[in-house]
């Protein structure tokens, strides 16, 4: 084994220091010249000093204010990263991270509280997708293609918006101390869509929320499958569609803790005895649950194997954080 003292590579360019592990240099490792300073290498072909006047650091393609530059977010992306990265911009603003890292082929997750999100990060996304020609598109060759996910979720307001509880429950939680009204709250409003009411699940494909988009409140789909992936923690493969004459089936499959995990929604709101028998027949047939090591499902059902997964989308949901993993 080295010395200790022999495993480090790193050079102090002060002249006359040695510090321990650190090899003090005065002249050019490569040309042997005493007069030289350290440049940190970009691209092959510039040279970066820590000054970048060389590139414009903003643009005005979305008419955003604070827009910065392709060619800023190319050089930064490709100074830390290599393709298949993950990019993260948790102030995405009108989306030039994002959009650079699709060019750039990156993964990439952005955030963004403004209500403009809709007519400019999302407006942009969809334009590189169809290959539009503006920032760094015309340098790399841009032409389009690709996929990118967005969610919108639910804020304090909405959650608070949803909230029901009938009109003598709401009188008399105005008599109550915070402590008696908290606990109230809890027990009234069990079966409001904010807090996951569970006979909503056996519609899993209408399930709706209020929701106040630019002052206007609009009764919304929310994607209850997709949620319950994110709580799970699935690590998702593929996500499919069946059709059984009319009846429609939407099964993820995908990884979670080295297991093979398989989750089934249909809707199951007035099914009786035969419409169980049928369910379980055309999994079966379809081969919907095979190879699985869990499988999950919304209500009841008479698949073998499988388990109701309402009980664990409630817990998950409410689960303080950290203690999310696991199929249990
Ligand atoms: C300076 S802009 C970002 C500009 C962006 N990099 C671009 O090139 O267009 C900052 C953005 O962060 C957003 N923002 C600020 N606080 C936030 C927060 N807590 N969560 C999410 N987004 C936030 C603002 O709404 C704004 O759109």
Same mark, same amino acid.
């Given at each position: 084994?080295?010395?200790?003292?022999?495993r480090?590579?790193?050079?102090?360019?002060?002249?006359?220091? +040695?510090?321990?592990?650190?090899q003090?240099?005065?002249?050019?490792? #490569?040309?042997?010249?005493?007069?030289?300073?350290?440049?940190y290498?970009?691209?092959?072909?510039?040279?970066?000093?820590?000054?970048?006047?060389?590139?414009?650091?903003? #643009?005005?393609?979305?008419?955003?204010?604070?827009?910065?530059?392709?060619?800023?977010?190319?050089? +930064?992306?490709?100074?830390?990263?290599?393709k298949?990265?993950?990019? $993260?911009?948790?102030?995405?603003?009108?989306?030039?991270?994002?959009?650079?890292?699709?060019?750039?082929?990156?993964?990439?997750?952005?955030?963004?509280?403004?209500?403009?999100?809709?007519?400019?990060?999302?407006?942009?996304?969809?334009?590189?997708?169809?290959?539009?020609?503006?920032?760094?598109?015309?340098?790399?060759?841009?032409?389009?293609?690709?996929?990118?996910?967005?969610?919108? $979720?639910?804020?304090?307001e909405?959650?608070?918006?949803?909230i029901?509880?009938?009109?003598?429950?709401?009188?008399?939680?105005?008599?109550?101390?915070?402590?008696?009204?908290?606990?109230?709250?809890?027990?009234?409003?069990?079966?409001?869509?904010?807090?996951?009411?569970?006979?909503?699940?056996?519609?899993?494909?209408?399930?709706?929320?209020?929701?106040?988009?630019?002052?206007?409140?609009?009764?919304?789909? +929310?994607?209850?499958?997709?949620?319950? #992936?994110?709580?799970?923690?699935?690590?998702?493969?593929?996500?499919?569609?069946?059709?059984d004459?009319?009846?429609?089936?939407? +099964?993820?499959?995908?990884?979670l803790?080295?297991?093979?995990?398989?989750?089934?929604?249909?809707?199951?709101?007035?099914?009786?005895?035969?419409?169980?028998?049928?369910?379980?027949?055309?999994?079966?047939?379809?081969?919907?649950?095979?190879?699985?090591?869990?499988?999950?499902?919304?209500?009841?059902?008479?698949?073998?194997g499988?388990?109701?997964?309402?009980?664990?989308?409630k817990?998950?949901?409410?689960?303080?954080?950290?203690?999310?993993?696991? #199929?249990?």
């Amino acid at each position: 084994m080295k010395k200790k003292e022999n495993r480090y590579k790193y050079y102090d360019v002060t002249p006359n220091k +040695v510090i321990y592990g650190v090899q003090a240099i005065d002249r050019c490792l #490569a040309c042997s010249d005493d007069d030289w300073r350290v440049d940190y290498l970009g691209a092959p072909t510039v040279n970066l000093s820590n000054l970048w006047l060389d590139i414009e650091s903003y #643009a005005n393609t979305t008419g955003f204010f604070t827009e910065n530059s392709e060619a800023l977010l190319k050089r +930064v992306i490709e100074l830390a990263s290599d393709k298949g990265d993950w990019i $993260l911009d948790f102030f995405l603003g009108s989306g030039t991270t994002a959009a650079v890292a699709h060019k750039i082929q990156r993964k990439y997750i952005g955030v963004e509280v403004g209500s403009y999100f809709d007519d400019k990060a999302l407006l942009r996304l969809k334009k590189v997708l169809a290959g539009e020609t503006v920032g760094i598109s015309k340098e790399i060759g841009w032409a389009g293609g690709g996929a990118f996910k967005y969610i919108y $979720l639910e804020s304090y307001e909405d959650a608070l918006n949803n909230i029901e509880f009938n009109e003598a429950a709401g009188q008399t939680a105005l008599k109550f101390d915070d402590y008696l009204l908290s606990y109230m709250l809890d027990w009234e409003t069990r079966e409001s869509p904010t807090r996951l009411n569970l006979q909503q699940l056996a519609s899993p494909f209408a399930y709706k929320l209020k929701i106040t988009r630019q002052q206007e409140i609009t009764n919304q789909a +929310v994607d209850i499958p997709e949620t319950f #992936a994110y709580l799970l923690g699935l690590d998702v493969s593929t996500r499919r569609v069946y059709d059984d004459n009319g009846r429609r089936y939407l +099964v993820y499959r995908g990884a979670l803790d080295h297991r093979e995990v398989v989750v089934v929604w249909r809707d199951t709101a007035k099914w009786e005895q035969k419409d169980y028998e049928r369910d379980k027949t055309f999994v079966a047939a379809q081969k919907i649950a095979e190879g699985a090591d869990d499988v999950f499902v919304n209500g009841d059902s008479l698949i073998p194997g499988a388990r109701s997964l309402d009980g664990v989308f409630k817990s998950r949901m409410f689960a303080p954080m950290g203690g999310m993993r696991g #199929a249990n």
